[in-house]
């Protein structure tokens, strides 16, 4: 089953500590791409990769990385999380970013106290 | 910069009914439009997706049509069902590899 896979699917942790939410996709896409949804907000793109080793920021990037090194993988690592990264992340794939609709992972909700 | 903007931002209606979501852009050089359905907890699922090029395209009891030059887009339902209670959102790219903007949303409850 063609299927974009994040984990955790939730977390709570405390300012300061470090985390990884990892996004993997079964269906060879080349794009991959990480959003926050969050109230009065909508859906804002943080990180983009148009293929491996390449990387670009989207409309949020403050306090966020990513690293493309394999075609399926896409981690999102928050190095110093802050209150204000408490929000849902989906990460989401296609053939290429625009031609193509965009498949969406079940999200993850952060809490950081 | 471009900005989606969806009305209503809430609707219900009665099983059965045929209806209209709404979605407006600022910028009309876009690259396509995609319909999205957001389930609660669940992530978006792509409905319809339309090329700048054509003016609709249909899936089902969906339709979406687009018409650049106003900067519209709507997503029409026919004979809606409980099922179809969801938030539903519309997203342009400007360009084939520049960043999604979405809309916030219409929110769709259908009661039987």
């Known amino acids: 089953e063609a299927q974009v896979t994040q984990n955790p699917r939730y977390l709570i942790t405390v300012t300061g500590k470090k985390l990884t939410v990892t996004c993997s996709q079964n269906?060879?896409?080349?794009?991959m791409s990480w959003y926050r949804q969050d109230p009065g907000l909508g859906l804002r793109q943080i990180y983009y990769s148009m293929n491996v080793e390449v990387t670009d920021k989207g409309d949020v990037p403050e306090g966020y990385k990513v690293s493309r090194k394999e075609k399926r993988n896409f981690p999102l690592i928050l190095e110093s999380p802050s209150p204000n990264q408490t929000s849902l992340y989906f990460c989401?794939?296609?053939?290429?970013?625009?031609?193509?609709?965009?498949?969406f992972g079940d999200g993850t909700r952060l809490s950081i106290l | 910069k471009q900005e989606v903007t969806q009305i209503p931002a809430a609707l219900s209606v009665p099983e059965g009914e045929n209806l209209v979501l709404n979605c407006s852009f600022t910028?009309?050089?876009?690259?396509?439009l995609q319909w999205f359905r957001q389930d609660p907890g669940k992530g978006l699922t792509s409905l319809l997706l339309?090329?700048?090029?054509?003016r609709e395209q249909t899936s089902g009891r969906l339709n979406a049509s687009l018409d650049k030059s106003s900067g519209r887009s709507t997503l029409y339902i026919a004979a809606s069902q409980p099922g179809d209670s969801a938030t539903y959102l519309c997203a342009v790219p400007h360009s084939l590899n520049t960043p999604l903007v979405f809309g916030k949303g219409t929110r769709l409850s259908v009661i039987a």
């Open positions: 989401a794939s296609s053939d290429h970013q625009g031609g193509q609709p965009q498949h």
């Open positions: 910028d009309s050089a876009i690259y396509n």
């Open positions: 339309i090329q700048s090029s054509q």
């Open positions: 269906m060879n896409h080349e794009y």
